[in-house]
């Protein structure tokens, strides 16, 4: 059974082309990443699935039917990127006031304990900290609990702890045999949580399937080192080495498998200094994947894919 | 009717203590200063109403509208957190969204009233039972088109220019419709007047004098008010999807 069909799916907002021509398909039971750059056209892309914003063209349907008709039905819960809680209620309160909406609600006192918020449960809303507040607007997503599960950048407010008890809820939420679609810009998150990933670039997918396929695709790094007399063509044939240059007395090297690399290198160029080993930020990843140089802005790269 | 989503909207309204206490203390508070000076003016000209009388339902009008469009505030709120887009992928209905919002209006406006009259009965207003009760139902229905006006605000404003508009909205509605001091007879003015809720609003006060205050003018003025002010809140409330 499909949980999301679209086809053609296009949105501009005046000459921004935000989505331009997009096919998915996920099945349900699958946990599928909607990986991208800021500015991918994400977010516009879960609003048209959630039936918040109508397509310029496109078909979508979520469960065999139109989005709206799958929300009334109770069928999904989201937790979308931007958005607060409403105030002067407290933590039980507001689950329980959204709970009270769907047919089939999870138990509130359920919500909270995988949330992580059982403790902070009789606080005001308007008390907690951003990443208390991301936990809530998880704890309010899952409370409908929903057969697909929509999440925009959960992660972002939260700190290491909060991510890890994230992420294994949503394993457990997964496990239950709920669709879930989440979109990020960290590879890493994709390639931990999800089955498949779909890369968006500009409005575009430009690459859908497996989660190891894609970070194949864009996981490349690169090895930066001082080494002045290294000869490039030897480096070039080291292990997990796609490509070397040289800048000065510096080498890069840019690496499929950069753990295979760094231990040749050092092997065999043990006075190799001033070593570092950076991810390409996704952005730079997607425009070699798209080919599409004119269109590079700058941004920063997410700390999470830097490695040193 | 989903009761528990309708006791938490209330709930939240009563703890919002700022709002609560001074959007009822303040007419309030605007009654005893008014009227008080003028306990004595058994006819106050160009309305034949005493001066308590005339002015308790000035303050009523005043502080009605503003709960009315309080509603709007509230919605606005909510925008501005991404709430609404929240409640949207819920099965809440639209209709029962709205329900709760005018609920929640119309019992802080009847919370006005009642502190208003209680307000009046001290300064020596009196009338007969039925026309207390005639002039609240016509209080109510007079109400119908600010509730429609609070949500287009609510759907259209951000919380940082709704302030403003809210209280220029009820200064303005309650100047031209005669909440303040009484309309003359005749004249630009009263013409203007004539055709704003406001104005009917206020002449409920008139029951009292055995009047029928509302008249087939009245009704026509309410009912197209409201009529075009809930297409324009449908409208307002279906164009309200986006990010803001
Ligand atoms: N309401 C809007 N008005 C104008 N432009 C918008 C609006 N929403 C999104 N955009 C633009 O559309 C593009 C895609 O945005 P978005 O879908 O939010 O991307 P992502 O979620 O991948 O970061 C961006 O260039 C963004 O600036
Ligand atoms: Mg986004």
């Given at each position: 059974m499909t949980a999301i069909e679209a086809s053609g799916l296009r949105k501009s907002y005046g000459d921004v082309h935000a989505v331009r021509g997009i096919d998915i398909s996920i099945a349900a039971g699958e946990t599928v990443a909607l990986l991208g750059p800021n500015g991918a056209g994400k977010s516009t892309t879960i609003d048209m699935l959630l039936g918040l914003a109508d397509p310029d063209s496109g078909e979508v349907s979520v469960f065999g039917g139109p989005p709206t008709a799958a929300v009334d039905a109770g069928f999904v819960g989201a937790m979308l990127q931007t958005g607060a809680l409403i105030r002067d209620l407290s933590v039980r309160e507001l689950v329980s006031m959204v709970a009270s909406l769907y047919p089939s609600p999870l138990p509130v006192d359920e919500a909270l304990e995988l949330t992580g918020m059982s403790a902070l449960a009789d606080h005001r809303t308007q008390k907690l900290s951003g990443g208390e507040t991301q936990r809530v607007r998880f704890a309010v997503a899952i409370v409908a609990n929903p057969k697909l599960l929509v999440l925009d950048e959960p992660t972002v407010a939260m700190d290491v702890e909060g991510r890890r008890s994230f992420w294994a809820t949503m394993r457990s939420l997964a496990s239950e045999g709920r669709t879930i679609l989440f979109a990020t810009h960290y590879l890493e998150e994709a390639d931990a949580y999800a089955d498949r990933a779909i890369l968006m670039a500009h409005g575009r997918i430009v690459a859908d399937g497996p989660t190891n396929e894609i970070k194949a695709k864009v996981g490349t790094r690169t090895i930066r080192a001082t080494l002045p007399d290294a000869d490039l063509d030897a480096l070039r044939l080291l292990p997990g080495v796609s490509s070397a240059e040289r800048r000065g007395e510096a080498i890069a090297l840019s690496c499929a498998d950069s753990d295979a690399a760094i231990r040749a290198l050092l092997a065999e160029h043990s006075q190799a200094r001033d070593i570092e080993i950076v991810a390409a930020g996704l952005e730079q990843a997607f425009l070699e994947l798209t080919g599409d140089g004119a269109h590079s802005e700058p941004s920063a790269v997410p700390p999470a894919e830097a490695v040193t | 009717m989903n009761s528990r989503y309708l006791r938490y909207e209330l709930l939240r309204t009563v703890r919002n203590r700022r709002f609560f206490f001074l959007s009822l203390g303040f007419p309030l508070a605007l009654y005893f200063l008014i009227a008080e000076s003028a306990k004595s003016v058994h006819r106050l000209a160009g309305t034949g109403l005493s001066a308590p009388t005339?002015?308790?339902?000035?303050?009523?009008?005043?502080?009605?509208?503003?709960?009315?469009?309080?509603?709007?505030?509230?919605?606005?709120?909510?925008?501005?957190?991404?709430?609404?887009?929240?409640?949207?992928?819920?099965?809440?209905?639209?209709?029962?969204?709205?329900?709760?919002?005018?609920?929640?209006?119309?019992?802080?406006?009847?919370?006005?009233?009642?502190?208003?009259?209680?307000?009046?009965?001290?300064?020596?207003?009196?009338?007969?039972?039925?026309?207390?009760?005639?002039?609240?139902?016509?209080?109510?229905?007079?109400?119908?088109?600010?509730?429609?006006?609070?949500?287009?605000?609510?759907?259209?404003?951000?919380?940082?220019?709704?302030g403003p508009a809210m209280g220029g909205s009820v200064a303005l509605f309650a100047f031209l419709g005669g909440s303040w001091f009484p309309l003359s007879s005749h004249g630009v003015l009263n013409d203007v007047g004539q055709l704003l809720p406001s104005y009917w609003l206020v002449q409920s006060a008139h029951v009292s004098l055995g009047a029928h205050p509302m008249g087939t003018k009245g009704w026509i003025v309410i009912a197209v008010w409201t009529a075009v002010l809930v297409v324009l809140a449908r409208s307002a409330y279906r164009r309200d999807t986006g990010r803001v």
């Open positions: - | 005339y002015f308790m339902v000035g303050l009523i009008s005043f502080g009605t509208m503003g709960a009315m469009l309080s509603c709007g505030v509230r919605i606005a709120a909510e925008r501005a957190v991404g709430w609404n887009r929240q409640l949207r992928i819920s099965p809440l209905t639209t209709r029962a969204y709205f329900r709760a919002k005018l609920i929640t209006a119309y019992l802080m406006a009847i919370l006005s009233i009642a502190a208003l009259y209680a307000a009046g009965l001290s300064l020596g207003v009196s009338m007969p039972l039925h026309d207390w009760v005639q002039m609240t139902l016509l209080i109510l229905v007079c109400l119908v088109p600010f509730a429609a006006l609070g949500i287009v605000m609510g759907h259209m404003l951000m919380p940082e220019s709704i």
